[in-house]
């Protein structure tokens, strides 16, 4: 039986990892940059914005974080002699790398410009640094969840036994990958630049916090809906395909 299950496997975790290090990397590389501009125009605040920095920072690594994880498990599995010659299940572990690589790459840059803005409003309204945060961690937190998605996604297709050959299954397993992958990155970029905005607003205008958070959580509600698509239609695929 020629094995075409594991080149497969190795093939799915480096798109994983490979696409999942872009977003977290951009995004921290630019929350970064914006406390490094704080810190030059408020220096007072330096401890204050290094630590807003951090926490957005690990905020933007968590979409990079499930990446990893589909790549270890995908680099540690072990099929069964039976699939080993299924394109099914070849098919099954490439969309599982694809699903959380490729839609990490909205969520870890959307979560970086909430959280890099974020940083810029502190440097400019320290007073207000605590509504700054708030609104930073729900445009982060919100930003992440298309990535969460894909992460489900792939352990669905890591954990499912398809030991068939049937090249109709095995397209609709790769093109779960690609649909959850794809329709992640979208949701996470716009509801980052809803949460970057919002900062903004909150620095210039604190005392209407609470519409402006309102606002970003309806806004993000509207932006998520597109991945929601996605997951439905990636799971109609593995089951009814």
């Known amino acids: ?81 039976a699939s080993l010659g299924s394109i099914e299940q070849a098919m099954a572990v490439v969309g599982a790398g694809l699903a959380v690589g490729v ?3 909205g969520s870890g840059i959307g979560a970086g410009l909430s959280g890099g803005r974020g940083c ?18 729900l445009g982060g937190a919100l930003s992440t969840s298309p990535s969460i998605f894909g992460f489900v996604i792939a352990l669905i297709l890591i954990i499912g036994s398809y030991p068939g050959d049937s090249s109709v299954a095995a397209a609709g ?17 716009g509801i980052g630049v809803a949460g970057m905005y919002a900062c903004d607003a909150i620095a210039c205008k604190s005392r209407y916090s609470a ?6 959580l309806i806004g993000a509600a509207v932006s998520e809906s597109t991945s929601i698509y996605a997951f439905i239609v990636a799971v109609s695929l593995i089951y009814f395909t």
């Open 1 to 81: 039986m020629y094995d075409i299950v594991t080149p497969a496997t190795f093939l799915g975790a480096g798109f994983a990892m490979g696409f999942g290090a872009i977003g977290a990397a951009i995004g921290e590389g630019y929350t970064a940059a914006q406390a490094s501009s704080g810190m030059s125009r408020q220096p007072r605040v330096q401890g204050e914005l290094l630590r807003t920095m951090l926490v957005a920072q690990a905020v933007a690594e968590s979409s990079g974080i499930f990446a990893l994880v589909v790549a270890v498990s995908l680099v540690f599995s072990k099929h069964d002699e």
């Open 103 to 105: 839609a990490a790459i």
């Open 120 to 137: 810029a409003g502190i440097a400019r309204h320290p007073g207000v640094s605590n509504k700054i945060t708030v609104t930073m961690l």
């Open 173 to 189: 397993l790769l093109g779960a990958g690609i649909a959850m992958g794809a329709g992640g990155i979208g949701p996470g970029l």
């Open 211 to 216: 519409a402006i958070n309102r606002t970003l």
